[in-house]
Protein backbone atom coordinates (compact mmCIF):
# COMPACT_ATOMS: atom_id res chain seq x y z
CA UNK A 1 0.00 0.00 0.00
CA UNK A 2 1.43 3.36 -0.87
CA UNK A 3 -0.02 6.16 1.39
CA UNK A 4 0.29 9.76 0.55
CA UNK A 5 -0.13 12.62 3.05
CA UNK A 6 -1.42 15.77 1.29
CA UNK A 7 -2.40 18.28 4.17
CA UNK A 8 -4.29 21.17 2.76
CA UNK A 9 -7.74 22.33 2.29
CA UNK A 10 -7.85 22.80 -1.36
CA UNK A 11 -8.29 21.47 -4.55
CA UNK A 12 -4.77 21.64 -5.03
CA UNK A 13 -3.36 19.12 -3.15
CA UNK A 14 -5.23 16.43 -4.50
CA UNK A 15 -5.27 17.13 -7.55
CA UNK A 16 -1.54 16.93 -7.57
CA UNK A 17 -1.21 14.10 -5.82
CA UNK A 18 -4.04 12.36 -8.26
CA UNK A 19 -1.41 13.54 -11.15
CA UNK A 20 1.11 11.88 -9.44
CA UNK A 21 -0.11 8.56 -8.45
CA UNK A 22 -0.77 8.14 -12.73
CA UNK A 23 2.73 9.19 -13.67
CA UNK A 24 3.64 6.76 -11.11
CA UNK A 25 1.39 4.29 -12.68
CA UNK A 26 0.77 2.93 -8.68
CA UNK A 27 -2.74 0.82 -8.84
CA UNK A 28 -5.61 2.94 -7.27
CA UNK A 29 -6.63 -0.07 -5.23
CA UNK A 30 -2.98 0.46 -3.90
CA UNK A 31 -3.50 4.15 -2.75
CA UNK A 32 -4.13 5.22 0.87
CA UNK A 33 -4.54 9.30 1.17
CA UNK A 34 -4.48 11.00 4.52
CA UNK A 35 -6.22 14.85 4.01
CA UNK A 36 -8.43 17.14 6.02
CA UNK A 37 -9.48 18.16 1.94
CA UNK A 38 -13.49 18.20 2.00
CA UNK A 39 -12.84 17.98 -1.96
CA UNK A 40 -12.34 13.79 -1.75
CA UNK A 41 -15.22 13.67 -3.57
CA UNK A 42 -13.45 14.34 -6.94
CA UNK A 43 -11.41 11.57 -6.49
CA UNK A 44 -13.71 8.83 -6.03
CA UNK A 45 -11.16 6.38 -6.91
CA UNK A 46 -9.09 6.83 -4.02
CA UNK A 47 -9.77 5.29 -0.34
CA UNK A 48 -9.71 8.30 2.19
CA UNK A 49 -8.41 8.55 5.72
CA UNK A 50 -9.66 12.31 6.77
CA UNK A 51 -8.31 13.90 9.53
CA UNK A 52 -10.22 17.80 11.08
CA UNK A 53 -8.63 20.56 10.40
CA UNK A 54 -9.81 21.50 13.97
CA UNK A 55 -7.76 18.37 15.89
CA UNK A 56 -4.61 19.48 17.73
CA UNK A 57 -0.72 18.16 16.23
CA UNK A 58 -1.11 15.37 18.59
CA UNK A 59 -4.35 13.81 16.76
CA UNK A 60 -3.02 13.89 13.38
CA UNK A 61 -0.28 12.39 14.41
CA UNK A 62 -1.89 9.98 15.91
CA UNK A 63 -4.11 9.21 13.14
CA UNK A 64 -1.51 8.95 10.81
CA UNK A 65 0.85 6.15 13.37
CA UNK A 66 -2.95 3.97 13.84
CA UNK A 67 -2.72 3.84 9.96
CA UNK A 68 0.77 2.89 9.35
CA UNK A 69 -0.56 0.20 11.55
CA UNK A 70 -3.56 -0.70 9.94
CA UNK A 71 -2.50 -1.59 6.24
CA UNK A 72 0.62 -2.99 5.03
CA UNK A 73 2.49 0.42 3.99
CA UNK A 74 5.56 0.25 1.40
CA UNK A 75 5.99 3.57 0.92
CA UNK A 76 4.86 7.29 2.58
CA UNK A 77 4.91 9.70 0.43
CA UNK A 78 4.63 13.73 1.89
CA UNK A 79 3.22 16.80 0.09
CA UNK A 80 4.88 19.82 0.43
CA UNK A 81 4.98 19.56 3.99
CA UNK A 82 8.46 17.41 5.14
CA UNK A 83 7.46 17.67 9.00
CA UNK A 84 4.26 18.18 8.22
CA UNK A 85 2.13 21.44 8.11
CA UNK A 86 2.82 21.66 12.28
CA UNK A 87 5.23 19.43 12.83
CA UNK A 88 3.07 16.77 12.73
CA UNK A 89 5.73 14.18 11.36
CA UNK A 90 7.79 14.25 13.72
CA UNK A 91 6.90 11.28 15.58
CA UNK A 92 5.81 9.30 12.46
CA UNK A 93 9.76 9.79 11.69
CA UNK A 94 10.90 8.37 15.18
CA UNK A 95 8.05 5.77 15.97
CA UNK A 96 8.52 4.19 12.17
CA UNK A 97 11.87 4.88 10.91
CA UNK A 98 12.06 1.63 9.03
CA UNK A 99 9.29 3.21 6.66
CA UNK A 100 10.40 4.42 3.01
CA UNK A 101 9.57 7.66 3.06
CA UNK A 102 8.96 9.90 -0.17
CA UNK A 103 8.93 13.66 -0.16
CA UNK A 104 6.94 15.22 -2.84
CA UNK A 105 8.42 18.93 -3.38
CA UNK A 106 7.02 22.27 -4.40
CA UNK A 107 7.56 25.73 -3.75
CA UNK A 108 7.68 26.33 -0.21
CA UNK A 109 8.53 29.99 1.93
CA UNK A 110 11.53 27.71 3.38
CA UNK A 111 12.57 29.71 6.19
CA UNK A 112 9.08 30.76 7.53
CA UNK A 113 8.09 27.30 6.95
CA UNK A 114 10.81 26.08 9.31
CA UNK A 115 10.54 28.67 11.94
CA UNK A 116 6.98 27.53 12.31
CA UNK A 117 8.06 24.11 13.24
CA UNK A 118 8.59 23.31 16.67
CA UNK A 119 10.37 19.91 16.46
CA UNK A 120 12.27 18.66 13.32
CA UNK A 121 12.92 15.30 13.77
CA UNK A 122 16.00 13.86 11.79
CA UNK A 123 14.91 12.48 8.56
CA UNK A 124 16.58 10.96 5.13
CA UNK A 125 14.19 10.49 2.43
CA UNK A 126 14.92 7.16 0.42
CA UNK A 127 13.48 9.74 -2.33
CA UNK A 128 12.36 13.49 -3.13
CA UNK A 129 10.30 14.22 -6.33
CA UNK A 130 10.91 17.69 -7.40
CA UNK A 131 7.74 19.36 -8.97
CA UNK A 132 8.99 22.76 -9.65
CA UNK A 133 12.31 25.20 -9.10
CA UNK A 134 12.17 25.88 -5.75
CA UNK A 135 14.32 28.13 -3.12
CA UNK A 136 17.53 27.53 -2.53
CA UNK A 137 17.66 26.90 0.67
CA UNK A 138 14.90 24.54 0.07
CA UNK A 139 17.13 22.63 -2.20
CA UNK A 140 20.26 22.72 -0.13
CA UNK A 141 18.06 20.56 2.57
CA UNK A 142 16.64 18.50 0.16
CA UNK A 143 19.93 17.50 -1.30
CA UNK A 144 21.29 16.64 2.41
CA UNK A 145 18.27 14.93 3.61
CA UNK A 146 17.53 12.35 0.35
CA UNK A 147 19.24 9.63 -0.83
CA UNK A 148 17.93 10.32 -4.20
CA UNK A 149 16.39 13.14 -6.54
CA UNK A 150 14.32 13.19 -9.56
CA UNK A 151 12.25 15.85 -11.08
CA UNK A 152 8.80 15.15 -12.29
CA UNK A 153 6.71 17.62 -14.77
CA UNK A 154 2.75 16.46 -14.21
CA UNK A 155 1.09 16.00 -17.36
CA UNK A 156 -2.65 17.09 -17.94
CA UNK A 157 -5.33 15.16 -18.76
CA UNK A 158 -6.18 15.47 -22.12
CA UNK A 159 -9.67 16.59 -22.52
CA UNK A 160 -12.17 17.30 -25.57
CA UNK A 161 -12.47 20.80 -25.75
CA UNK A 162 -15.88 22.34 -24.87
CA UNK A 163 -17.28 26.05 -25.50
CA UNK A 164 -19.12 26.97 -22.31
CA UNK A 165 -21.25 29.94 -23.52
CA UNK A 166 -22.54 30.65 -26.71
CA UNK A 167 -21.23 34.10 -26.41
CA UNK A 168 -17.63 35.39 -25.95
CA UNK A 169 -16.44 34.94 -22.17
CA UNK A 170 -13.55 34.92 -20.04
CA UNK A 171 -12.86 31.98 -16.95
CA UNK A 172 -11.86 33.01 -13.44
CA UNK A 173 -10.97 29.92 -11.82
CA UNK A 174 -9.95 29.82 -8.09
CA UNK A 175 -11.21 27.00 -5.44
CA UNK A 176 -10.77 28.81 -2.36
CA UNK A 177 -10.67 32.25 -0.46
CA UNK A 178 -13.63 34.69 -0.45
CA UNK A 179 -10.90 37.47 -0.65
CA UNK A 180 -9.36 35.78 -3.19
CA UNK A 181 -12.01 34.87 -5.43
CA UNK A 182 -13.10 38.63 -4.99
CA UNK A 183 -9.81 39.58 -5.54
CA UNK A 184 -9.55 38.04 -8.89
CA UNK A 185 -12.78 38.94 -9.99
CA UNK A 186 -12.40 42.11 -9.18
CA UNK A 187 -9.10 42.57 -11.54
CA UNK A 188 -11.49 40.83 -14.57
CA UNK A 189 -14.34 43.00 -13.86
CA UNK A 190 -12.05 46.46 -14.17
CA UNK A 191 -10.73 44.77 -17.34
CA UNK A 192 -13.76 44.05 -18.89
CA UNK A 193 -16.07 46.82 -17.94
CA UNK A 194 -16.05 48.30 -21.02
CA UNK A 195 -17.30 45.61 -22.67
CA UNK A 196 -20.74 44.28 -21.73
CA UNK A 197 -21.04 41.64 -24.20
CA UNK A 198 -18.45 39.36 -22.38
CA UNK A 199 -19.55 36.85 -20.08
CA UNK A 200 -17.29 36.46 -16.93
CA UNK A 201 -18.03 32.77 -16.03
CA UNK A 202 -16.55 32.45 -12.43
CA UNK A 203 -15.39 28.55 -11.57
CA UNK A 204 -15.04 28.06 -8.00
CA UNK A 205 -15.48 26.28 -4.84
CA UNK A 206 -16.21 28.88 -2.20
CA UNK A 207 -19.91 29.81 -0.37
CA UNK A 208 -19.99 33.08 -2.31
CA UNK A 209 -22.16 35.72 -4.05
CA UNK A 210 -20.79 38.26 -6.70
CA UNK A 211 -23.24 40.87 -7.27
CA UNK A 212 -22.35 41.55 -10.56
CA UNK A 213 -25.05 40.66 -13.98
CA UNK A 214 -22.30 39.58 -15.99
CA UNK A 215 -21.14 37.33 -13.85
CA UNK A 216 -22.45 33.41 -13.92
CA UNK A 217 -20.97 31.78 -10.56
CA UNK A 218 -20.67 27.86 -10.59
CA UNK A 219 -19.51 26.34 -7.90
CA UNK A 220 -19.05 22.90 -7.75
CA UNK A 221 -17.60 22.30 -11.45
CA UNK A 222 -14.32 19.89 -11.53
CA UNK A 223 -11.68 19.85 -13.86
CA UNK A 224 -12.55 22.54 -15.84
CA UNK A 225 -10.02 22.53 -17.85
CA UNK A 226 -12.44 20.84 -21.09
CA UNK A 227 -13.42 24.96 -21.30
CA UNK A 228 -10.08 26.61 -21.68
CA UNK A 229 -9.72 26.36 -25.34
CA UNK A 230 -13.07 28.78 -26.27
CA UNK A 231 -11.96 31.41 -23.58
CA UNK A 232 -11.14 34.85 -24.42
CA UNK A 233 -9.10 35.29 -21.40
CA UNK A 234 -8.39 32.87 -18.20
CA UNK A 235 -7.87 34.70 -15.31
CA UNK A 236 -6.38 31.95 -11.40
CA UNK A 237 -4.01 33.18 -9.17
CA UNK A 238 -0.58 31.62 -9.47
CA UNK A 239 -1.19 28.44 -7.21
CA UNK A 240 0.96 25.44 -8.45
CA UNK A 241 -1.83 23.69 -10.28
CA UNK A 242 -3.50 26.79 -11.76
CA UNK A 243 0.23 27.72 -13.95
CA UNK A 244 0.99 24.19 -14.42
CA UNK A 245 -2.17 23.22 -16.30
CA UNK A 246 -2.06 26.46 -18.24
CA UNK A 247 1.41 26.35 -19.83
CA UNK A 248 0.16 26.07 -22.96
CA UNK A 249 -2.59 29.02 -22.71
CA UNK A 250 -0.06 31.73 -21.36
CA UNK A 251 -1.02 33.87 -24.05
CA UNK A 252 -4.15 34.25 -22.47
CA UNK A 253 -3.39 33.56 -18.92
CA UNK A 254 -4.17 36.16 -16.67
CA UNK A 255 -1.96 35.33 -13.32
CA UNK A 256 -2.61 37.35 -9.99
CA UNK A 257 -0.40 36.16 -7.13
CA UNK A 258 -1.45 36.19 -3.64
CA UNK A 259 -0.19 36.32 -0.76
CA UNK A 260 -0.07 33.02 1.57
CA UNK A 261 1.01 31.70 4.33
CA UNK A 262 3.76 29.23 2.98
CA UNK A 263 2.83 29.00 -0.78
CA UNK A 264 5.27 31.87 -2.91
CA UNK A 265 2.80 32.77 -5.68
CA UNK A 266 4.87 35.72 -6.59
CA UNK A 267 8.46 33.13 -6.39
CA UNK A 268 6.72 30.93 -8.86
CA UNK A 269 4.87 33.68 -11.04
CA UNK A 270 8.31 35.33 -11.37
CA UNK A 271 10.07 32.12 -12.15
CA UNK A 272 7.41 31.13 -15.10
CA UNK A 273 7.68 34.79 -16.85
CA UNK A 274 11.44 33.93 -17.21
CA UNK A 275 10.99 30.65 -18.55
CA UNK A 276 8.35 32.37 -20.98
CA UNK A 277 11.53 34.71 -22.24
CA UNK A 278 13.27 31.71 -23.00
CA UNK A 279 11.21 29.95 -25.32
Not at 67 to 74: L, M, P
Not at 88 to 114: D, G
Not at 220 to 235: G, N, R, T
Not at 252 to 261: G, S
Request: hydrophobic share 40%.
Amino acid sequence: MHVFYAHGGGLGHLTRISKLIKILEIPVNDVLIITPSTFTKYFKSYTFVKILWNETVAEWSNTIKNTIESYTITTFYVDTFPFGIKGELSSVYTAFPKLEYVYVSRVLKWQNYLDAIPVKTAIKFSKTIILEIMYDEHMIWIKNNSKKIKQIMLQNKQVSSISFHDKPYILIVHSGGKEDVLKICNRASNDYHNKPEIVMVVFTQVDINIKDSRILLHKDIYPVSQYFEHAEKIYTAAGFNSIQELQSYNDKHVVIPLNKLYDDQFFRYENRLKNDRLQ
